[in-house]
Structures are given as structure tokens and as C-alpha cells.
């Protein structure tokens, strides 16, 4: 497409630059590094977020143990109907185990943010609630 069509490149590099804010939007929201890939010359469609990356942020090694006493499944489901957040499993994308995929295409910048706010809470608040449950049997 873009060796006949002369607005190609100025029409891909705009789209590289909105898929990179919002990748930064995201990441600004769930309050982790961003990853080194995105300064890179990637297409930036989409982003593996490690969960227990995100737990870890949010309360520590102890967040992360009371999220992994669970499974991912049970994480998604709690995700999408308690906080209509629905995200793809990241390791069939070559994540890791407590890896969820995210893409860009459909949402702009602010909305990526607030995606990365809801699922930095919504991390915590389930692992939070299993480690009360833990606690009281």
C-alpha cells in the first residue's frame, strides 16, 4: 500500500504516533515503567501487561502471593464482570502465565489511561479480597 500510495507515510507515521500515546497513557495509568520496546520501532497495536507486575506495583510481594493463590481465568472473569474490563490471555501472545494482552486500535489516549487505572485497581481489589478470605478460614 504505501509504495503507491503517496500519503502513506505521512498517514503511517501519524498512526505510530497515536498508538504511542496511548501505549504511554496506559502505562501512566497502571503507575509502571514503561516497557523498552515502546521507544522502539515497534507498531505498538498492542502491549503484554504482567499482572504480577501490576500487583507488585500496588502492594508488594505480598499482593502478588494473594494474586497467584488464584488462578488467571478466575481473574479474567472477576475483570469482566465486576469491572467490564475483558483483556486476552497474554500467553498465547508469548507472555508469561499472569500475562493479559491489551490493544490500541479502538481507544484513545485518555481512555487507555483510565483502562490502566481500572485494572490497577481492580488487580488489587481482587487479590486483596482473596488475601481477607485467606485470613479468615
Do not use: H, N
Not at 507498531?43 to 501487561?49: A, E, V
Not at 489511561?113 to 478460614?137: N, P, S, W, Y
Amino acid at each position: 500500500y504505501d509504495l503507491i500510495e503517496p500519503e502513506a507515510r505521512r498517514y503511517f507515521s501519524w498512526i505510530r504516533g497515536e498508538l504511542a500515546a496511548r501505549v504511554v497513557a496506559l502505562y501512566e495509568g497502571l503507575g509502571i515503567a514503561l516497557p523498552s520496546w515502546a521507544f522502539g520501532p515497534s507498531s505498538r497495536y498492542s502491549t503484554i501487561l504482567d499482572i504480577e507486575e501490576i500487583a507488585r506495583a500496588r502492594g508488594g510481594e505480598e499482593l502478588v502471593a494473594a494474586l497467584t493463590s488464584q488462578s488467571l481465568w478466575e481473574l479474567m472473569v472477576y475483570l469482566a464482570r465486576e469491572w467490564r474490563i475483558v483483556l486476552t490471555p497474554g500467553e498465547s501472545f508469548g507472555g508469561g502465565e499472569w500475562s493479559v494482552r491489551v490493544c490500541f486500535p479502538s481507544v484513545s489516549a485518555e481512555e487507555a489511561r483510565e483502562l490502566g487505572q481500572r485494572l490497577a485497581a481492580a488487580v488489587e481489589a481482587f487479590a486483596r479480597t482473596k488475601a481477607q478470605i485467606d485470613r479468615q478460614v
